[in-house]
């Protein structure tokens, strides 16, 4: 079993940052790939960035030269910077970490996230 826990999200204006952070804990040996997805109201949840535990990167084009994914293998945590925020990022953001022994994952809690004009 694998634990997610999220911090990090908040309030921020247009053109500002904010960092998000997940610490997995539990069967952590088994976690890949880790990633980070969001949801809007009324929009299916997609996902925003994910790294590798050897490190490869995958953007979602929307955020591409904004945010940046990051883990710290011996931490057990994920991190997602995020620049440059627009309204149109306001959502709740959800941390997953994959196992290479299952198809199926893991999803924390969620942390919302709002950016005002």
């Known amino acids: 079993q694998v634990q997610l826990m999220e911090s990090g999200g908040g309030l921020v204006q247009t053109g500002g940052s904010l960092r998000l952070s997940c610490a997995a804990s539990?069967?952590?040996?088994?976690?890949?790939?880790m990633a980070w997805h969001r949801q809007a109201p009324g929009k299916q949840r997609e996902l925003v960035a994910s790294?590798?535990?050897?490190?490869?990167?995958n953007y979602a084009d929307f955020v591409k030269g904004r945010f940046t994914i990051s883990r710290d293998n011996a931490e057990n945590t994920v991190y997602l910077q995020m620049n440059m925020l627009k309204p149109e990022d306001t959502a709740v953001y959800y941390c997953?970490?994959?196992?290479?022994?299952?198809?199926?994952?893991?999803w924390g809690q969620g942390t919302q996230v709002t950016v005002s004009s």
């Open positions: 997953y970490a994959g196992v290479s022994i299952s198809p199926y994952g893991y």
């Open positions: 539990g069967s952590v040996f088994r976690i890949n790939t």
């Open positions: 790294i590798t535990r050897g490190g490869r990167l």
